[in-house]
């Protein structure tokens, strides 16, 4: 027997012995007897008219199967792509939700736009038809940046939708802002660009599609954070095959960040291909293909004011940012710069007044939706480059600002002005926290040491709190959420005591498999090894929203909790029968129930033993089995929230930045397992980074190429880009989660860009330097310092 | 990847018979470079005459005045090589600079001398060094040899066989780096000789190139301070969404200070 392992430790992983010694199960991994290959034909253009394909040539070669394209999909009366999300502006006028056909019809809108599939015996033969599928473009001049696809006379995408806009949203109260505004002793102001990212998960995205006609069932296996959403989107909204003919699996998945929590046309129009040539489908993206085709993130420009009185209290706060969409609407796309932007731009301060303005437009790239952090990490840079901005220009020192205008512990239940309640948390713990672990009272010396070798040294901070746990349903349908975002659980226990749990989350690199049994093992009191996690496919899990909004544990972990408590409750009315006691005479404790003041004892297993072997049972007034279901809707979102500092060495003959020291004090509520938290805070600190000082997607103007489309042109942060990091966790607890947990899987991404960013400015305030765009690459420091308002010297 | 024949024969004649035997053949030594655009099918041989079987391309010799690289020897081996690194470890150096260990590991000095990557950074030590490429059929001092982007003195069929360096008084080597492919944005190999001093630039444009000025300079006076003023011209250099070209022209300056400086040890 092996022993229980609970909440607060930190046993290895269970899933990494399997992708330790590379017998993990991915999509790519998988075949299928008669499997066909399967490629797609995308534009090479940002935008054009389709006037044609001609397959004659390329269904002409040896092995080719069959060649479709939007005029197929139009012919078979399938759906559009989905939208999950309908916004609406200020006077309740719905965004405008041009269709987003699987296949392209009549026009292509952004340089990796699908045309056409190809399916061939093998993958060579399907490539080498793709080469030569006669595509007829017009092309047409292209636009990518929010700010020119706004402009009179820009190239429109939609015939219906002028001007390239969306959505003109807005949230707050414009007057009280105003208002504020008037009666300010000092107004800060910041132009900023939140730049464009691409997610770049190890694993490239995959699918294999089969269709049975003994059963008319189909199986999708595809490398999904939600396959239960991916069932229904995909088959309620676009193929119309009904929910229990459809199974989709998501095995083994190497990493989403986002990237893969949406519903794909190349997972519809594979799995509509399977039934067509009467044979699996396998497709598996280049890298490449990634980079053109995988959902992308951030892409803001954004206007922000700050007014303050004299002391330096925030008065009110005004954000207008413009928001790319790409070229059609992904499955959550306008809900990222919108509901779970604005509602943030509060932070963990005190402001009365905030009012926000996005417009959401379209452009001829691909299509923006969520990437790690989505929204969040954008209000905080918002918010924390302007803290920075005000407190400079009004001479108060930056911790002394935000100190002044945080969110006193005792406040919290605490109602900002923009929609969200904070149930628990406190920021000045964490910033204390923070100041001490970052030894900011020595940084001048290490200032003047950097100095004394020619490099500017700069501190920066980043206070956050975000919205975690996606979500209540009810509020999100307030929202426009057109799903619900619950989260289901069910504990089976076997009849010799091992427990098999089927959970609607997915585990693509968290740690599931582990944080999950460490919860069953604790409340049940059976052995961490005996547990086992299922997850990622609609045969095997009763439903579930998938994982992403780091809800798998505050959501799933959630519902789980609540299903072991059922278990406890059938089994101590088998414990009571079996002991002839009383029910509420019976405890649970450390897997034994016992009769309260007695000796008399019946273990978990032997529960579990009468349950399935119900001789002795009281059949009349209980079934038999030990089995439980629970679904959890939160009552409120968690907001995980800390304090970030970085620490960065200019060299200001190259302009290179390089991350020093890098500390966050986190408040994640109750931590299960300190070293998976450790790991996620780790992961996003460094993709917060990557943003800050590395990464970025460029698209060429006029003609919609993306320039950054490969590893050597998108920069990636790497190991020897981090310094040690020092992350600790000052939690308090949520108030309303089962066990006190807010999530963490976001955090370090939305804490980071801003103080790293804050870090380089204060490095070279001395210069007049008041703000950097991220990335901040040695190219643009280099640039900054020619053009700084002082001579460029070492102080 | 399109299907090709693939040869691996023992001798250098046989493999130059085969490269030239089907049109278009393509010779494979790391593949470091070759694959990858195989793959993406933006090559398509059709037959690969893999050179790893040919024992006397590979290996490093020290005749007393010239140091002799096989063309199959692989960077990580130079990075490594006592020879090199006693002799001329500026361009050990270089060598450990390149790519990542499994880069390191597969790629080769001929094979990156003969692609002429406009960033790689190979050809800045062999120009710098002022070195000769040895051929099947004769040999080609560095300054004939580099004709720009990806353009050699190679004719079709020709195989690089070994590179010669002149052993130097002193030499280094400084790279900045490209943030995300690694290659060179700007390398500087500068190398003092009895006779004066070389100074090879590569990454800055679209292909490897000297810098008489700094060369002149430094061979009054061998040290940063002597360079520090002389600017490079940025026209002709590459603008990309990495570096414009002012800054590419001002980090040929940083960076030949620190090559000097790292020559210097
Ligand atoms: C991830 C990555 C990072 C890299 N980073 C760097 C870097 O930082 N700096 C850098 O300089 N390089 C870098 N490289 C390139 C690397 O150094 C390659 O090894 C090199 O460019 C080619 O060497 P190879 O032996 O792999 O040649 P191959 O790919 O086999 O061949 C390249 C070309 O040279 C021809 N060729 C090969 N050998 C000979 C010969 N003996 N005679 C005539 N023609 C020949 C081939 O026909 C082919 O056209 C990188 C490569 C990768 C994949």
Known sequence: MGNVI???????????????????????????????????????????????????????????????????????????????????????????????????????????DMVAFVIAETPEQAEAAAELLAVDYEVLPSVVGVLEAVRPGAPQLFDDVPNNICCDWELGDKAAVETAFRKAAHVAKLSLVNNRLIGNPMEPRAAIAEYEPGTDRFTLWTTSQFPHVVRFLMGALVLNIPQHKLRVVAPDVGGGFGVKQFHYGEEAVITWAAKRVKRPVKWVASRSEGYVSDRHG????????????????????????????????????????????????????TTPAIYCNVKVVFTNTVPVDAYRGAGRPEATFVLERMVDVAASEMGIDRVEIRRRNMIPKEAYPYQTPVLVQYDSGDPMGCLDGALVAADVKNFGIRKAASASKGKFRGLGYSTYVEACGLAPSRFAGRLGARGGLYESATVRVHPTGQVTVMIGTHNHGQGHETTFAQIVSEKLGVAFENVDIVFGDTDRVQFGMGTYGSRSLVVGGAALS??????????????????????????????????????????????AGAAYVPHNYPLEVLEPGLEEQAYYDPVNFTYPGGCHIAEVEVDPETGTVTLVNYTAVDDVGTVINPMIVEGQL???????????????????????????????????????????????????????????????????????????????VDALSHLGVTHVDMPATPNRIWRLLQNASLPVAAE | MKPFAYHQPHQIPDAARLLTSVADSKLVAGGMTLIPTLKQRLASPPALVDLSRLGSLKG??????????????????????????????????????????????????????????????????????????VTNTREIAADKF????????????????????????????????????????????VAKFAGGVRVAVTGAGPGVFRVPPMEEALSENFDPSAIAAIRIDAEGLTSDIHAEADYRAHLVTVMAKRAVDAALG
């Open chain 1, 6 to 112: 609970g909440i607060g430790a930190a046993p290895k992983r269970k899933e990494d012995q399997r992708f330790l010694t590379g017998r993990g199960n991915y999509v790519s991994d998988i075949k299928r007897p008669g499997m066909t290959a399967g490629v797609f034909v995308r534009s090479p253009h940002g935008h054009a008219v389709l006037r044609g394909i001609d397959k004659t040539a390329a269904l002409a070669l040896p092995g080719v199967i069959a060649v479709l394209t939007g005029d197929d999909v139009k012919a078979d009366g399938l759906g559009s792509l989905p939208c999950g999300w309908g916004i609406s502006d200020a006077k309740g006028v719905p965004m405008k939700e041009p269709p987003f056909p699987m296949l392209a019809q009549g026009k292509v809108r952004f340089v990796g």
């Open chain 1, 298 to 349: 951030r892409d803001h420009v954004t206007e922000a004011e700050l007014a303050l009185d004299e002391t330096g209290k925030f008065l009110a706060f005004r954000v207008n940012t413009l928001a790319n969409m790409g070229g059609y609407l992904s499955t959550f796309g306008p809900n990222i710069p919108t509901n779970l932007y604005a509602p943030l731009l509060g932070g963990v301060y």
């Open chain 1, 562 to 607: 609540k299903a072991t408590d059922k278990v406890i409750v059938k089994g101590k009315k088998i414990a009571a029968h079996l002991l002839e006691a009383a029910e509420v005479d019976i405890q649970f404790e450390a897997g034994k129930f016992s009769v309260a003041g007695t000796d008399r004892v019946k273990t978990f297993e032997e529960i």
């Open chain 1, 682 to 760: 780790h992961g996003g600190i460094v993709q917060g980074v990557g943003q800050a000082l590395f990464e970025n997607a460029v698209y060429d103007e006029g003609s919609g190429q993306l320039l950054s489309g490969s590893l050597m042109d998108y920069c990636m942060p790497r190991a020897d880009h981090m310094p040690m990091m020092k992350v600790a966790t000052h939690s308090t607890l949520c108030t309303h989660t089962p066990m006190g947990v807010k999530g963490c899987g976001e955090v370090g991404t939305i804490g980071s860009p801003a103080a790293v960013i804050n870090a380089v």
């Open chain 2, 60 to 133: 490093i010799t020290d005749d007393g005045t010239t140091i002799t690289i096989g063309a199959m020897t692989p960077h990580a081996v130079v990075a490594a090589s006592k020879v090199v690194l006693t002799r001329i470890p500026g361009l050990a150096a270089l060598a450990s600079m390149i790519g990542d260990p499994a880069v390191r590991s597969r790629g080769t000095i001929g094979g990156s001398v003969a692609n002429n990557d406009p960033a790689a950074d190979y050809p800045a030590g062999v120009l710098g060094l002022g070195a000769t490429i």
């Open chain 2, 146 to 189: 580099f004709l720009g982007l990806f353009e050699t003195a190679l004719e079709p069929g020709e195989i690089i066989t070994a590179i010669r360096f002149p052993v130097p008084l002193k030499a280094g080597y400084a790279k900045f780096k490209a943030p995300a492919s690694r290659y060179a944005l700007v390398g500087v190999f």
